[in-house]
């Protein structure tokens, strides 16, 4: 998702060459009137379509603390890893308040950066583990939040951490282990990861009652509102109705990010299954291996793709008995069509 660096940029930035290379990006200048903006996306009454973000002095100076933050580490937004930091307090405040935070909640924020977001999540009332990566953001965040007991910093790639034994250490430490609760996570990730946290995430219903996240806009839209028989109906939409509700929440214009990325984020949350209620099938990893192959060979009838499995006549057999054409093809199937056709064929 990173947006190349201008190379008049020096390899040092001053905080001046910094507030110059982003002025020259953005399509407004920050001190402008802002608006979350909504366009074609899924009406609901938690969508922020027509709040007006008012320009206080904190948004002001949430921006040029960003970049301070950065220039005291003498960093510049890396773009092998991903980052681009918000520059307006006010839409971290959206997040939170889109996802419920409250006093006693304990939050894991992944790529926590300049802390902006994580001290929203503290204000809240939140306890909270930050996973991030850059061992810089890492030494900033840990001296910015010195004073407050309410948060736990890792140095580690999320993508190839274990999740849960962070959050038990956590919960041991702060003597909540065995607190029937489910935690959260909210956080704004590099969109360049956004699948392999998605991915990562969605099956921890035992652990986590929701996850909130800012990813690339028209990748939310295809998670929240799939639509079938067309070319962006694909594996992950049945994993993630497999494992979680998603709605879609509010578009986040890309000039409120730093440096700005050639796209819009947004804001989606994905409101996870605890395992008893996941879809009943007589085995989860076999499920998803025939939905995988069933769209490896996208543009193929199931009748072929799946022929693995059995006879192709079986295949259409089961589909009929459906109510499904022979002649199906896997954009065409929703999740408790695959979940049926699966557990009649592993009957055969």
Known sequence: MATAISS??????????LLNHHHRYSALPFSSPTRILHRKRPQSSSTLITKTLATSQSSRDDYHATLKALNSKNRFPRKSLGQHYMLNVEVYKQLVDV???????????IGPGTGCLTNV?????????????????VSLVK???????????????????????????????????GVKSRWKVVANIPFNISQD?????????????????????????????PSLRSPEYRLINIFVNYYADAEYKFQVPRRHFFPQPKVDAAAISFKLKQPADYPAVSSVKSFFSMVNTA?????????????YLCASADIEAALQS?????????????LDDFVKLHNSVAKL
């Open 8 to 17: 008049t940029v020096s390899p040092n930035p001053t905080l001046s060459s």
């Open 99 to 109: 996802a419920g935070v409250r006093e006693g909640d304990v939050v894991l924020e």
């Open 121 to 137: 999540l503290i204000e809240a009332g939140a306890t909270v583990l930050a996973i991030e990566k850059d061992p810089h953001m």
């Open 143 to 177: 001296e910015r939040f010195s004073n407050t007991k309410r948060l736990k910093v890792i140095e580690e790639d999320f993508t190839k951490c274990c999740v849960r034994s962070h959050m038990n250490s956590l919960l041991e430490s702060e003597n909540m282990l």
């Open 197 to 225: 946290v998605v991915r990562q995430l969605l099956p921890m219903g035992d652990i986590f009652s929701e996850v909130v996240l800012f990813l690339q806009d028209e990748t939310a839209l295809r998670l929240a509102e």
């Open 295 to 307: 769209f490896n060979g996208k543009r193929k009838m199931l009748r072929k793709t799946l022929g």
């Open 322 to 334: 459906l109510g499904l054409p022979v002649t199906s093809r896997p954009e065409e199937l929703t």
